[in-house]
């Protein structure tokens, strides 16, 4: 992996990011879905490179910007990031080294 999309060290995260989860719950009968914010986290955003765009866009995924955050966050691929004004879709998540130590979030901009 590139090293300008992978930032292991914790000092390289420099932005500010908050986890959106759907949370369901019941309400007289009802199941009410509310999304809950979590965080912030510490977390380092990248705009993904040219080249790795071409090679998500062969595989029909429009991805658009890698996210490091520490392993110990629990995160899940059906929540969403808001960083800054903008939320990102998450794509797929990864343990590059598979020691729990980073993850490696493959996400798209919702626009």
Do not use: V
């Given at each position: 992996m590139n090293k300008i999309e992978y930032k292991s060290r914790p000092s390289a995260r420099k932005h500010?990011?908050?986890?959106?989860?759907?949370?369901?719950?019941?309400?007289?009968?009802?199941?009410?879905?509310?999304t809950k914010e979590h965080g912030p986290y510490w977390a380092s955003v990248v705009p993904l490179s040219e080249r790795l765009r071409t090679q998500y866009q062969s595989i029909s995924v429009s991805a658009t910007h890698t996210v490091?955050?520490?392993?110990?966050?629990?995160?899940?691929?059906?929540d969403k990031i808001k960083f800054?004004?903008?939320?990102?879709?998450?794509?797929?998540?990864k343990d590059p080294d598979e020691?729990?130590?980073?993850?490696?979030?493959?996400?798209?901009?919702?626009r």
């Open positions: 500010k990011i908050i986890l959106l989860r759907d949370e369901k719950k019941n309400e007289s009968g009802f199941i009410k879905t509310e490091t955050i520490s392993g110990c966050i629990t995160i899940y691929e059906n800054k004004n903008r939320i990102l879709d998450i794509l797929t998540i020691n729990g130590r980073d993850k490696i979030i493959i996400t798209q901009e919702i």
